[in-house]
């Protein structure tokens, strides 16, 4: 809950966390160290300094310090898990499903648990789907299109593999479909980071929604156009979010744009835990205004009403979650005992 | 003129094709070697994970544009610290087409790519002139009508004047017919109305700021990487 200078309390879902396990012990080659040596990268070149970790611990961290960092010194009252694979990478891979699920279950809610799969694990993959639907109840699965898979180099939404999977996720109520793009997708010569394929299924499935993880960056022009043309196509901030310190002009600009082409109700905060603490993002956000130029030239808005729709009401919608009577569950359940708030 | 300057004056002909900027600029040349009329150019990316197929791109300009050196028998380029260093580096040496060199990993070769970021990199420059004449008080209607000729003689700031040159070197690029004689086109040569205006500006906008956006990443990254320092 993050309380402003009125003394008004924001609701605020973080949508994009991980818990992850990228030890020495659990990494399979020099891909695995690379991968995380690259999102540390990422920390320390868009993070104000103080919010650097130590390597070590950014290699793997416990759920102590993840609830500590996205809940106690987060502001955050609910998060969702986005968990990769990379099993080419990991041994047990990369995203730590299982602990993410433990831990969903000691906080419930507080957490939510997504799922992955990967469309070409074939039929075997669609009956662990079914699985793990019928033991978590899903609400989303994130799919990572670059991870590799014996010489596959990634897939796309439209491949029909993928579509099977689509089509099990409709049937079974799985809406919400994360997607995040990444590099060396075959084939090779083509733009590994086009993001045709989103707007493909988005076409075909109009019953499950989209989110496009780090606004289909770098392609933040393909994405704007896709999400014009396709009203279940969702813009996740993740990844864009650090600019605000780094470059709060280009935040602005990218927010003119965001607000300009998709509207406020399909653009959802997430702060990439752990490569960039939510806590500090969200007081940056919190503060944060349009400069008079790109509200003129955009006529967007970021008001409180839209602060707020960005940092939970979205994903509200889409999880079905009621705020409000969200709020009185975790009034008083085991996490706000633990830190000490119920009497707040 | 030293040796290592006409390297380097060739170098900063080499872009990266997702920033539209000089790989010189981007601190993405690493280092430079000269023996005799041997030079060995090694550059950087941002991660080791920067798409084969750009990096495939900067290494063969690498290595043709340091070979139109009168005094250059052999250019070799490498490319360190990448999950295809090695398939890049043996592969632009011997000159193979990229998808010789990745074999049942691609559909073709990278004209297609070359010619999208082209056009790109076409929006990316306009947006950044046209922003700047209108800026400079210059109308919509003046914009659209104005012709090529027009547009070299004009009196522009010495920004101005920089901003021009960039954006009619892509145009050049594009190879536009003879019969073109609008100086703001589309990426395929025509003229655009002046009802068409406003929405082809919004649309080219967010290229130029997609561009931008992500060359701010890639600075860092590099940064961060190989703990160089900050730029700002």
Same mark, same amino acid.
């Given at each position: 809950?993050?309380r402003t200078m009125?003394?008004?309390?924001?609701?605020?879902i973080?949508?994009?966390?991980?818990?992850?396990d990228?030890s @020495?012990e659990n990494?399979?080659n020099?891909?695995?160290q690379?991968?995380?040596? +690259? &999102?540390?990268?990422?920390?320390?070149?868009?993070?104000?300094?103080?919010?650097?970790w130590?390597k070590e611990?950014?290699?793997?961290?416990?759920?102590?310090r993840?609830?500590k960092d996205?809940?106690h010194?987060?502001y955050?009252?609910m998060?969702i898990?986005q968990?990769?694979?990379?099993?080419?990478f990991?041994?047990?891979?990369?995203?730590d499903?299982?602990?993410s699920?433990k831990l969903?279950q000691?906080?419930?809610?507080r957490?939510? +648990?997504?799922?992955?799969f990967d469309?070409?694990h074939?039929?075997?993959?669609?009956?662990?789907?079914?699985?793990?639907n019928e033991r978590y109840?899903l609400?989303g699965?994130?799919l990572y299109?670059?991870d590799?898979?014996g010489d596959?180099?990634?897939?796309?939404?439209?491949?029909d593999s993928?579509?099977r999977?689509l089509?099990?996720?409709?049937e079974?109520?799985i809406?919400n479909?994360?997607?995040?793009?990444?590099?060396?997708?075959?084939?090779?010569?083509?733009?590994a980071?086009?993001v045709?394929?989103v707007?493909?299924a988005?076409t075909s499935?109009?019953e499950l929604? &989209?989110?496009v993880e780090?606004l289909?960056?770098?392609r933040l022009?393909?994405?704007c156009?896709?999400?014009?043309?396709? @009203?279940?196509?969702?813009?996740g901030l993740?990844v864009a979010?650090? &600019?605000i310190y780094a470059?709060p002009r280009?935040?602005?600009e990218i927010?003119g744009?965001?607000?300009?082409?998709?509207d406020?109700?399909?653009?959802?905060f997430?702060s990439?835990?752990?490569?960039?603490?939510p806590?500090?993002?969200i007081?940056k956000?919190?503060e944060f205004?349009?400069p008079?130029d790109?509200k003129?030239?955009t006529?967007?808005?970021?008001?409180?009403?839209?602060?707020?729709k960005?940092?939970a009401?979205?994903?509200?919608?889409?999880?079905d979650i009621?705020?409000?009577a969200?709020?009185?569950k975790i009034?008083?359940?085991?996490?706000?005992q633990?830190m000490?708030?119920?009497s707040? | 003129?030293?040796?290592?300057?006409?390297?380097?004056?060739?170098?900063?002909k080499?872009?990266?094709?997702?920033?539209?900027q000089?790989?010189?600029?981007?601190?993405f040349i690493?280092?430079?070697?000269i023996?005799g009329?041997?030079?060995?150019?090694?550059?950087?990316l941002?991660t080791?994970w920067c798409?084969?197929?750009?990096?495939?791109i900067m290494a063969?300009?690498?290595?043709?544009?340091?070979s139109?050196i009168?005094?250059v028998?052999?250019?070799r380029v490498?490319?360190?610290?990448?999950c295809?260093?090695?398939?890049?580096n043996?592969g632009?040496a011997q000159?193979?087409q990229?998808s010789?060199?990745f074999?049942?990993q691609?559909?073709g070769?990278?004209d297609?790519l070359r010619k999208?970021?082209r056009?790109k990199a076409?929006?990316?420059?306009?947006?950044?002139f046209v922003?700047?004449l209108l800026?400079?008080?210059?109308?919509?209607e003046?914009?659209?009508?104005?012709?090529l000729?027009?547009?070299e003689d004009?009196t522009?700031?010495e920004e101005g004047i920089?901003?021009?040159d960039?954006?009619?070197?892509?145009?050049?690029?594009?190879?536009?017919?003879?019969t073109?004689?609008n100086?703001?086109t589309?990426?395929?040569?025509?003229?655009i109305?002046i009802d068409d205006?406003s929405?082809?500006?919004?649309?080219?906008?967010?290229t130029?700021?997609s561009?931008?956006f992500?060359?701010?990443?890639?600075?860092?990254?590099l940064e961060?990487?190989?703990h160089?320092?900050?730029?700002n």
């Amino acid at each position: 809950m993050y309380r402003t200078m009125d003394g008004e309390e924001i609701f605020i879902i973080d949508a994009h966390i991980a818990l992850w396990d990228a030890s @020495k012990e659990n990494q399979l080659n020099v891909h695995g160290q690379q991968f995380i040596d +690259c &999102f540390y990268d990422y920390q320390t070149s868009l993070s104000p300094q103080e919010f650097w970790w130590d390597k070590e611990d950014f290699l793997k961290y416990s759920e102590d310090r993840l609830i500590k960092d996205v809940f106690h010194k987060g502001y955050a009252d609910m998060a969702i898990f986005q968990p990769v694979l990379l099993k080419e990478f990991y041994k047990n891979g990369f995203g730590d499903i299982e602990n993410s699920q433990k831990l969903t279950q000691t906080y419930p809610n507080r957490l939510i +648990c997504n799922d992955t799969f990967d469309p070409r694990h074939g039929k075997r993959g669609l009956e662990e789907l079914e699985k793990s639907n019928e033991r978590y109840s899903l609400k989303g699965v994130k799919l990572y299109t670059a991870d590799w898979y014996g010489d596959s180099k990634g897939y796309k939404l439209s491949d029909d593999s993928t579509y099977r999977y689509l089509e099990k996720c409709q049937e079974l109520g799985i809406k919400n479909i994360h997607i995040h793009k990444g590099p060396t997708i075959t084939p090779l010569n083509r733009d590994a980071f086009d993001v045709a394929d989103v707007d493909d299924a988005a076409t075909s499935f109009p019953e499950l929604n &989209f989110i496009v993880e780090h606004l289909g960056l770098p392609r933040l022009e393909d994405f704007c156009w896709i999400a014009t043309q396709e @009203k279940n196509v969702y813009g996740g901030l993740s990844v864009a979010m650090p &600019f605000i310190y780094a470059r709060p002009r280009y935040f602005a600009e990218i927010m003119g744009e965001l607000l300009f082409w998709l509207d406020e109700d399909r653009i959802i905060f997430g702060s990439d835990y752990a490569i960039w603490e939510p806590g500090w993002l969200i007081e940056k956000f919190m503060e944060f205004e349009l400069p008079e130029d790109i509200k003129q030239e955009t006529g967007a808005e970021l008001n409180l009403d839209v602060k707020k729709k960005i940092l939970a009401g979205n994903a509200a919608r889409l999880y079905d979650i009621d705020i409000e009577a969200q709020k009185g569950k975790i009034n008083n359940d085991r996490l706000a005992q633990e830190m000490n708030l119920s009497s707040v | 003129m030293s040796k290592k300057q006409d390297v380097m004056e060739k170098l900063d002909k080499v872009y990266d094709p997702e920033l539209d900027q000089p790989l010189t600029d981007l601190d993405f040349i690493d280092d430079i070697t000269i023996e005799g009329s041997d030079v060995e150019v090694k550059f950087r990316l941002p991660t080791y994970w920067c798409s084969p197929n750009f990096a495939y791109i900067m290494a063969e300009d690498i290595k043709e544009y340091v070979s139109e050196i009168d005094w250059v028998k052999e250019a070799r380029v490498t490319l360190d610290d990448h999950c295809a260093s090695d398939e890049i580096n043996h592969g632009v040496a011997q000159g193979k087409q990229f998808s010789q060199s990745f074999e049942g990993q691609t559909t073709g070769d990278l004209d297609e790519l070359r010619k999208t970021f082209r056009i790109k990199a076409f929006y990316s420059r306009q947006d950044r002139f046209v922003r700047h004449l209108l800026n400079k008080g210059f109308s919509k209607e003046e914009l659209v009508r104005l012709t090529l000729q027009e547009l070299e003689d004009i009196t522009l700031s010495e920004e101005g004047i920089h901003l021009r040159d960039k954006y009619l070197q892509k145009k050049k690029e594009l190879n536009h017919p003879g019969t073109c004689i609008n100086a703001i086109t589309d990426p395929e040569g025509n003229a655009i109305t002046i009802d068409d205006l406003s929405d082809y500006l919004l649309g080219i906008k967010t290229t130029r700021l997609s561009m931008e956006f992500n060359g701010h990443y890639c600075r860092g990254l590099l940064e961060a990487r190989y703990h160089l320092e900050k730029t700002n």
